[in-house]
């Protein structure tokens, strides 16, 4: 199957700094790519999804200045998770599709200190 | 009502018995379905693919679909305590972006 990478997998930050997880396609190109928060024993719980050279459209309730999306090429997408504060650790996990298969990268455990 | 249906569980089976998991669905348009796999602090992983009605079969996995009464099943044989996990239902039609997703059921193989 398709490789989605994410990176870090997990990051711990003081409170009030920005964090950036990065998702890569690495064999094939993925116009879409989605962005999922679970927090533990729940399911994922979608927040955004990416289109490559557009703006990301996010989930109702999901604040868009709170978590910032860039997809700027077909393999590449990034969530900066600005101002980070304690309510925002949570696993974060990316997907990118390839047809109508969805691929899932490994996830980044975020700890706001 | 959700548009997928999975009972979270969590189901707890001995090692080797055959594992049943269910998934129902409102939508008639599905058409793509799917069936992951996520370990604990792990990204979900693939497991089966299928489109429309039908079985598919891969190693000790079968998937089935049953469209006319809108219901999706994974069979495990000769389970084992490796599959222990979350198992996850999705489902799109053709031209969506997004897949909809069961709430995963946890299962626990115990040797």
């Known amino acids: 199957g398709a490789v989605v990478s994410q990176h870090p997998s997990w990051v711990i930050c003081k409170s009030g700094t920005s964090v950036k997880i990065e998702c890569r396609s690495l064999?094939?190109?993925?116009?879409?790519m989605f962005w999922y928060r679970q927090f533990p024993k729940q399911s994922l719980m979608l927040m955004a999804t990416s289109n490559e050279g557009s703006k990301a459209t996010y989930e109702q309730g999901v604040e868009k200045d709170k978590f910032l999306i860039n997809h700027a090429s077909l393999t590449l997408s990034t969530l900066t998770v600005t101002s980070a504060h304690p309510e925002d650790s949570s696993f974060y996990i990316c997907s990118a599709r390839e047809a109508e298969k969805l691929f899932f990268g490994s996830g980044t455990q975020l700890s706001v200190l | 009502q959700k548009e997928v249906e999975q009972d979270p569980g969590p189901l707890s089976v001995p090692e080797g018995a055959i594992v049943s998991l269910n998934c129902t669905y409102s939508n008639s348009a599905f058409q793509y379905f799917m069936w992951y796999r996520q370990y604990s602090r792990k990204g979900p992983e693939l497991l089966m693919y299928?489109?429309?009605?039908g079985n598919k079969e891969d190693g000790r996995f079968t998937a089935q679909v049953d469209k006319s009464s809108k219901y999706i099943s994974l069979f495990i044989r000769d389970s084992q305590p490796s599959d222990s996990a979350t198992y996850l239902c999705a489902m799109t039609v053709q031209g969506a972006q997004k897949l909809v997703f069961g709430q995963g059921t946890r299962l626990t193989i115990n040797p």
């Open positions: 064999d094939f190109q993925a116009t879409t």
């Open positions: 299928t489109y429309s009605s």
